[in-house]
């Protein structure tokens, strides 16, 4: 409201003093695109009186953020205010007395004319209708009317009844279409009244001061949150014994309002809107915590094991499986030659030909660049939580690829084999991808049943589980296979676990992981026995035993 009323004083102290409002369309020259937002850049020129002024600049985003608006003027020039509004009215921004908007006014004016006959002449067969309806309930009242009366009342009843309603439908068509005329040239008329850049509906009004009239150039920049762009990536690779041909690629969008026509384009990985207000720790209390007000937790045996799935995630592999494909999106793909930039802060991208991207909120895949990556590759196996083999790519000193996190389609031996997750943001030296699943390497986990049991001794319940791994190589040549497990970890000092046999694995006894690095021959069979051990009270339940 506060703002509206800003906005109206500007126009009544301009109309006050007789000024007429400077219009100019600012065109659009370059826009960085972060993850979620745009910087833009525009420019124009405008004509200046000496004096104050007031300049309306159209073509500008729909949605922007006002305290990132930027104007850059020459030292004559003084910028006294600037607002952003998407409504501003002013009885100087159109012409209305052009000869092409007072030819379709008059268009206008002679359907909504005819319009209106066709609405007099529906109404009064209606009425027509009704009276017709009316008199022949008060002639079938009156008996004095004999037989040829009576049919001669009803044969004009009918036809005179029958035309009436045909001439009503005949009225409802020529209505439709004179309606259509209408939304036609009131369209034509909105083309005519707006700017040439009639889509963008955002302005910025400036008042300013200019020490010597000429022609003056303005510098726009602002930030507007109507675009994004993210990373994804396309893997191929022809065998293992060959590198990963990696194309770099960006899915960039915008919906500003206004479309971007041969521009300079720059993607950073950078967030204009994150908040950078550095942390301040506070020192750090301790209390003895109320027992009534504790939250009660369930035994975490399980819990302090956690999945094996998220485990293996932190270490950039996919346990479970490759991430689930979504639905195919149509991008509208260019390929270009882009510059990579490792700034202080972040990663940028410069595109080195102009791009268009329009503002119709479609994705537009932009090439970035092609890379040739070393890869080592080895397989990998995590029977308790996926019963197949998957084959990873590991990539050393990753770091100066500039990639970032993103999804990647895998093309292995020329076929389309699925996706997975490309995870740069680590600590570890190494970045594994998972290339996809190998079927020709198969896997079983099984309890055995007279090898497991439950025994009760004293106040204490003791569980023995022993499982069995099965691991083929199908293949016509030789595998190495990383292979993991795990055996739960407690965290009461009631409950205890004790493993039994590990099959020489190597073991993490803060994780709980079970680790074997096998070299399987073609055709050949390996089983690998693991046994634990689990003590608790008796009276107690472990429920994710």
Do not use: C
Request: charged residues 20%.
């Amino acid at each position: 409201m506060q703002k509206q009323a800003i906005l109206i004083g500007l126009f009544v102290t301009a109309f006050a003093l007789g000024q007429k409002p400077i219009f100019t369309t600012a065109k659009i020259k370059a826009a960085t695109v972060y993850a979620n937002a745009a910087e833009l850049t525009q420019n124009t020129l405008v004509a200046l009186p000496a004096g104050n002024s007031e300049i309306v600049i159209n073509n500008i985003a729909n949605y922007l953020n006002e305290n990132t608006v930027q104007i850059g003027a020459p030292s004559t020039v003084t910028i006294l205010s600037v607002q952003f509004t998407t409504n501003y009215i002013s009885e100087f921004e159109t012409d209305q007395s052009s000869p092409a908007i007072k030819k379709v006014k008059d268009s206008i004016t002679l359907v909504q004319r005819e319009l209106k006959r066709i609405q007099i002449l529906s109404n009064s067969n209606t009425q027509t209708i009704a009276l017709l309806d009316a008199n022949k309930t008060i002639s079938a009242a009156n008996t004095s009317w004999n037989v040829m009366e009576l049919t001669k009342l009803v044969a004009y009843y009918s036809t005179k009844r029958s035309e009436l309603e045909n001439t009503i439908v005949d009225l409802a068509e020529k209505q439709t279409l004179w309606n259509k005329k209408l939304s036609a040239l009131n369209n034509k008329l909105q083309f005519h009244t707006k700017d040439p850049e009639k889509y963008a509906s955002g302005k910025l009004i400036l008042q300013v001061r200019n020490e010597t009239a000429g022609n003056i150039p303005l510098a726009i920049s602002y930030i507007t949150n109507t675009a994004s762009w993210n990373p994804f990536y396309d893997l191929r690779t022809e065998n293992i014994q060959t590198p990963i041909n990696m194309m770099y690629k960006a899915a960039v969008m915008q919906n500003s309002g206004i479309d971007w026509k041969n521009i300079q384009l720059t993607l950073s990985s950078g967030n204009p809107n994150q908040n950078n207000q550095a942390p301040d720790l506070q020192p750090w209390f301790l209390h003895f915590q109320n027992t009534y007000a504790a939250t009660k937790t369930p035994p975490r045996s399980y819990a302090a094991m956690e999945s094996l799935d998220n485990r293996l995630q932190e270490d950039g592999i996919m346990a479970n499986g490759l991430k689930k494909e979504k639905k195919a999106l149509a991008y509208s793909v260019q390929s270009l030659h882009a510059t990579d930039v490792q700034n202080q802060l972040n990663v940028s991208f410069d595109i080195a030909i102009p791009y268009t991207i329009l503002s119709n909120g479609k994705i537009h895949s932009v090439a970035l660049k092609e890379i040739k990556l070393p890869a080592t590759y080895t397989y990998f196996a995590a029977p308790k939580a996926d019963k197949e083999a998957f084959l990873l790519a590991e990539i050393s000193d990753y770091s100066k690829y500039n990639l970032l996190p993103g999804e990647a389609n895998i093309i292995f031996e020329g076929m389309h084999v699925g996706k997975t997750q490309i995870n740069p943001s680590q600590t570890a030296d190494t970045l594994k991808l998972s290339m996809g699943r190998d079927k020709k390497i198969t896997l079983n986990r099984e309890k055995i049943a007279d090898k497991s049991g439950t025994k009760f001794l004293s106040s204490y319940k003791e569980q023995l589980f022993t499982y069995d791994i099965t691991v083929r190589n199908n293949k016509k040549e030789a595998v190495v296979l990383e292979l993991k497990d795990q055996y739960p970890l407690p965290t009461d000092k009631e409950i205890s676990v004790v493993l039994v046999e590990t099959s020489k694995a190597n073991v993490n006894q803060e994780t709980g992981l079970l680790t074997w690095h096998l070299k399987l021959d073609s055709n050949t069979t390996q089983k690998i026995r693991i046994s634990y051990k689990v003590r608790y009270p008796k009276d107690t339940i472990i429920t994710n035993l």
